[in-house]
C-alpha cells in the first residue's frame, strides 16, 4: 500500500531534550516535506528536499533541521525544543512534476512543555 | 500580498445547499492548482486537480480564472459529510504552498 508513514503520532516533550520525528515514504517519490499546523495559521512550510542531500529552507525553518540521505526518508530534528515548537506536523511526499498529487503522513501532535 | 489566500469562513450552511470557495494566488507563473479536504486535524487528502480553465467531479466544481489569478470550489447539494476544512494549495516548483484552509459546516 502507498503510504506516508510519521511516527511518533503523539509525544510530549520537555524544553531543550532533542527529539526526531521519522518520515518514510514507500512511493519512490523525489520531493518530500515538512509543515506545522497552528490554529488560524494554516500549514507553513518547515523544510523541503527535491531529491537526495538536497535540501531547502521553507517558511519556518528556525528550530529545526532535517536532512535526506535516502530517497525514503526525511526525518525532522528538533535541537532543543522550545514550547512555540508545541504543534501539528505532517510530512508530504510527491513526484517532481508540477500536475502531482501530494501524500501525507497522519501528523505528529507535539506537545514540549 | 500572501502567495495564497483564502477565506477562513466558517461557512455555515444547511444541508442541500450551494456553496463556494475562493483562492486567490500570486504566482502568475503557476501552473497547475489542487483542492484538498483536511477532516478534524486529520492528514489533508487531495479532493480535486485543476489543469485548465476547470474540472467537475459529481457534486463539486473546481474552476480556474488565470487572468484573475484565483481558484474556486463549488460544492452542490452540502451533504453532512461534506463538513471540514477546504484547503487550496498552489505549486510553484520546489514548494506547495497551502492557502489557510475554509473551514466548512453543513447543518441539518
Same mark, same amino acid.
Given at each position: 500500500e502507498?503510504q506516508?508513514t ?5 509525544l510530549?516533550t ?6 526526531t520525528v521519522t518520515c518514510?515514504?514507500n512511493m519512490?517519490? !523525489? ?5 506545522r499546523q497552528?490554529?488560524g495559521? @494554516?500549514l *507553513?512550510?518547515?523544510?523541503?528536499s527535491?531529491?537526495?542531500e538536497v535540501?531547502?529552507k521553507?517558511d519556518? $525553518? !528556525? ?5 535526506r540521505k ?8 528538533l535541537?532543543s525544543?522550545?514550547?512555540n %515548537?508545541?504543534s501539528l506536523y505532517?510530512?508530504?511526499s510527491r513526484?517532481?512534476g ?5 501524500f501525507f /503522513?497522519?501528523? &505528529? ?5 | *500580498?500572501k502567495?495564497v489566500?483564502q477565506?477562513? /469562513?466558517?461557512f455555515n450552511?444547511?444541508e @442541500?445547499a450551494?456553496?463556494a470557495?475562493?483562492?486567490?494566488y500570486?504566482n502568475s507563473?503557476s501552473?497547475?492548482?489542487f ?5 478534524c486535524?486529520?492528514? $489533508?487528502?487531495?479532493l480535486m486537480s485543476v489543469?485548465?480553465? @476547470?474540472?467537475?467531479? @459529481?457534486?463539486? &466544481?473546481?474552476?480556474?480564472? *488565470?487572468?484573475? %489569478?484565483y481558484i474556486? =470550489? =463549488?460544492?452542490?447539494?452540502s451533504?453532512l459529510s461534506?463538513s471540514?476544512t477546504? =484547503? ?5 516548483? /520546489?514548494k =506547495?504552498?497551502f492557502?489557510?484552509g ?6 441539518p
Amino acid at each position: 500500500e502507498a503510504q506516508v508513514t510519521q511516527n511518533p503520532r503523539y509525544l510530549i516533550t520537555v524544553t531543550g531534550k532533542k527529539l526526531t520525528v521519522t518520515c518514510s515514504q514507500n512511493m519512490n517519490h !523525489e520531493y518530500m516535506s515538512w509543515y506545522r499546523q497552528d490554529p488560524g495559521l @494554516g500549514l *507553513r512550510q518547515i523544510y523541503y528536499s527535491m531529491n537526495v542531500e538536497v535540501t531547502d529552507k521553507g517558511d519556518v $525553518p !528556525e528550530g529545526y533541521k532535517v536532512s535526506r540521505k535516502e530517497k525514503r526518508n526525511f526525518p525532522l530534528i528538533l535541537e532543543s525544543p522550545s514550547p512555540n %515548537q508545541t504543534s501539528l506536523y505532517f510530512c508530504a511526499s510527491r513526484y517532481r512534476g508540477m500536475n502531482t498529487e501530494a501524500f501525507f /503522513g497522519q501528523g &505528529t501532535r507535539l506537545t514540549v512543555v | *500580498r500572501k502567495e495564497v489566500e483564502q477565506d477562513p /469562513g466558517p461557512f455555515n450552511v444547511p444541508e @442541500g445547499a450551494t456553496v463556494a470557495f475562493n483562492c486567490t494566488y500570486s504566482n502568475s507563473a503557476s501552473q497547475s492548482f489542487f483542492w484538498y479536504r483536511q477532516d478534524c486535524r486529520k492528514e $489533508p487528502k487531495l479532493l480535486m486537480s485543476v489543469y485548465s480553465s @476547470g474540472n467537475e467531479d @459529481g457534486r463539486f &466544481t473546481a474552476q480556474l480564472n *488565470r487572468a484573475s %489569478q484565483y481558484i474556486s =470550489l =463549488l460544492i452542490r447539494d452540502s451533504k453532512l459529510s461534506d463538513s471540514a476544512t477546504y =484547503l487550496c494549495v498552489v505549486p510553484p516548483p /520546489g514548494k =506547495l504552498i497551502f492557502g489557510q484552509g475554509t473551514e466548512l459546516s453543513v447543518k441539518p
